[in-house]
């Protein structure tokens, strides 16, 4: 179809193009190898079934905002689709041959779905660009006190306007010379529905206009996707490539909150967290590359919900910025997101959770806290305590280590030296044991599995805190100690299982432990209420009158566990009617609490991030709000009480020990 003088500016304009694209494409390789460690090429081999689900349908973006994921899918499939179309047109524009056939039911396919795909792709673009330039939702882009690049702000509406300017030039071009080709050979093809349509309107034209108008829309077509290649790198919309290598090669994890493990016994170790952009992992610096900053992050995050400097977008945002604008990979981390943000984040897990891609801004804050805290001894100084109990009594109250069993007194609760080999090994923790509010947790635990008849034993003057708060908040020297101790502990006793009453132990017992080379199999205490239940060892008593309950899920209970019917199940056991908030299972709303935010003040914001979801809680009308975590009953229960104690704040177990018979 091209001349040969076509041919010859056309394939120049190609290699020229592939050439300063392949420059922008070796900066970025080198900017992510700069990161530590190296990709497990294996793991694509593993995930391939599930990543071509997940990329194929693309049902991590369909977990929010339905409307644009729709259109989002519409320009997504027809990218897939425009490969093919793609390779097609420029056979056909060097050779005149038509490598996909009319005839024939692979053919009539081919030509139906390019039809198709051209008209998803503009009805796409189209429905995007309205969005953001005319609707301009607020939760694209983000508030003046966050600290963002100086370029980014204009830079992301600029970079979507070139972007959807390119594509929508590219398949509307193509849309119309499929047309004026239709239309030159008087033809009307049943499987071109759009393109025949518009053939019609070119009817009575000259049959030489159609030739120059064919060619012409060639080049204007793929001459776009020519001209846009080098700009490709530099654009947002890399992550076309970089999201389906994040899911193929992102290291294997436990769950979303397990962090990596630093061997303190190695003296060759001289750096401790991420100080600057070099000390991130690989793939935590591959994020950056595959951030589609659509804000999703920012728009579930508890900190920024609640008018904090934090947003996890940012973070990914700037880290990209940085190194577009040309710079390098020894950046300090604290130029790219402001100290008071890293310490406003809960390490809810709730942006690696939503994020479409595969990100983990999570991973690089608390990363940054570890460097922070352990090399240059900056963190909030409320913090001292929790270090100071974790250390000296090995719980953050600290509490004497003397006084652990107190909690337990006048219950029968045997401890391991007196029952050394039990069905079930209880690890109380720190909260259920010193607190005086969580200790009414573990009572009413104490009483469920005795009425079930359990052989169980507890750790007693011996069990100590797993460490968690000490990690998120990057003192990972006091987590090294206690998690070594407690693992070494746990080793000598084989518990065939261990049950907790905090999600956070949970966590830190089945996730973080194995590295320490404790593997156990470990369970929630909701979990174990909802199988004696179902096992008929426990027998409740249940009137036809329910009683209204909202069950906050627990972030490390649910989001980073996956633990989501086994705390509604019991409920449901005991005659209560769950009536769900609005955000809940996964997209639970975090009680503030996680992160070591437990024990600090909390960062200056428009509203305290317990008091927002308790007010979420009481807008459901329930009678009492049920919990899983003693951080968070701690949490809920402060904010009922500024609000007046107009609600319940109780543990599942507390509900369930109420109705035993």
């Known amino acids: 179809m091209l001349t040969p003088i076509e041919k010859v500016i056309f394939t120049l304009a190609v290699l020229a193009s592939l050439y300063f694209t392949w420059r922008g494409v070796q900066r970025i390789l080198k900017n992510i190898s700069s990161g530590r460690g190296k990709p497990d090429w294996s793991l694509a081999w593993k995930r391939l079934g599930v990543l071509i689900a997940r990329i194929g349908l693309f049902q991590p973006v369909f977990r929010f905002r339905l409307g644009p994921s729709i259109l989002h899918a519409l320009i997504g499939w027809g990218f897939f689709i425009f490969l093919a179309v793609n390779l097609n047109d420029l056979i056909y524009g060097y050779t005149g041959f038509m490598f996909l056939t009319r005839t024939g039911a692979f053919g009539n396919v081919y030509r139906l779905l390019a039809d198709l795909a051209s008209t998803g792709i503009l009805i796409g673009l189209a429905g995007m660009a309205f969005r953001r330039y005319i609707l301009r939702p607020a939760h694209l882009s983000t508030r003046e006190t966050i600290l963002l690049h100086p370029k980014a702000r204009a830079g992301i509406t600029l ?30 093809d049943s499987w071109q529905p759009v393109a ?31 001209a846009f290649l080098p700009y490709f790198p530099y654009s947002k919309h890399i992550h076309l490539f970089f999201a389906p290598i994040n899911f193929a090669l992102k290291p294997e994890r436990k769950s979303i909150g397990e962090l990596s493990f630093i061997d303190l016994n190695d003296t060759a170790i001289e750096q401790f967290g991420a100080a600057t952009m070099k000390d991130l992992g690989w793939e935590q610096v591959m994020d950056s590359y595959a ?28 880290k990209r910025y940085h190194l577009n604008s040309g710079g390098g990979m ?9 100290e008071e943000a890293v310490w406003a984040c809960t390490s809810c897990g709730a942006c690696v959770d939503i994020c479409p891609v595969g990100n983990e801004p999570m991973r690089d804050i608390l990363d940054i806290r570890r460097n922070l805290t352990l090399v240059e001894n900056k963190f909030p100084k409320q913090l001292e305590t929790a270090f100071k109990g974790m250390e000296r009594n090995a719980n953050p109250w600290n509490v004497s280590q003397a006084d652990r069993m107190k909690w337990a007194e006048g219950l029968d609760v045997p401890t391991i030296e007196q029952n050394p080999e039990p069905e079930i090994l209880w690890w109380v923790g720190c909260a259920p044991a010193t607190d005086a509010r969580a200790q009414k947790t573990a009572q009413a635990f104490a009483k469920i599995l005795n009425a079930a008849g359990m052989n169980f034993a507890v750790l007693g003057k011996n069990e100590q805190c797993n460490g968690d708060s000490a990690r998120r908040a990057g003192r990972e020297d006091i987590f090294f100690g206690l998690a070594s101790a407690n693992v070494e502990l746990l080793n000598e006793v084989k518990p065939k299982r261990i049950v907790t009453t905090c999600p956070h132990c949970l966590h830190t017992l089945k996730n973080e432990y194995p590295a320490f080379g404790g593997n156990y199999a470990v369970i929630h205490h909701t979990q174990l209420i909802n199988e004696l239940v179902g096992l008929g060892k426990i027998q409740l ?44 299972s996964a997209k639970s709303f975090c009680c503030g609490a996680g992160g070591a935010q437990m024990w600090k003040e909390e960062e200056t914001g428009t509203a305290r991030v317990n008091a927002t979801r308790f007010a979420e809680a009481k807008s459901t009308g329930a009678d009492t709000l049920a919990v899983g975590c ?8 402060d904010a009922s009480k500024a609000d007046g104690g107009s609600m319940q704040v109780k543990d599942v177990a507390e509900l369930v020990a109420e109705r035993l018979k």
Not at 330 to 338: A, C, E, K, Q
Request: proline fraction near 5%; aromatic fraction near 10%; charge should be negative.
């Open 541 to 584: 008593s249940v009137s036809s009158d329910q009683y209204k309950v909202t069950f906050h899920d627990p972030c490390y209970l649910g989001r980073h566990n996956q633990v989501f019917d086994a705390p509604r199940q019991a409920l449901e056991s005991a005659g209560a009617l769950t009536i769900e908030m609005p955000r809940n």
């Open 630 to 637: 003693p951080f968070c009953m701690t949490m809920l229960t």
């Open 330 to 338: 020894d950046v300090p981390m604290t130029n790219l997101i402001s």
């Open 196 to 226: 025949s349509t518009m053939a019609g309107l070119w009817s009575g034209t000259e049959a030489g206009s159609f030739v120059i108008t064919e060619h012409v829309l060639f080049w204007v077509s793929l001459g776009a996707v020519i």
């Open 159 to 188: 970079d979507s306007a070139i972007v959807t300017a390119t594509f929508f030039t590219h398949n509307a071009a193509r849309l119309l010379g499929e047309s004026f080709r239709l239309a030159g050979e008087g033809v009307r």
């Open 291 to 318: 951030c589609i900053m659509c804000f999703r992050c920012q728009e579930v995050c508890p900190a920024y919900n609640t008018g904090k400097v934090l947003s996890p977008a940012a973070l990914e945002i700037n």
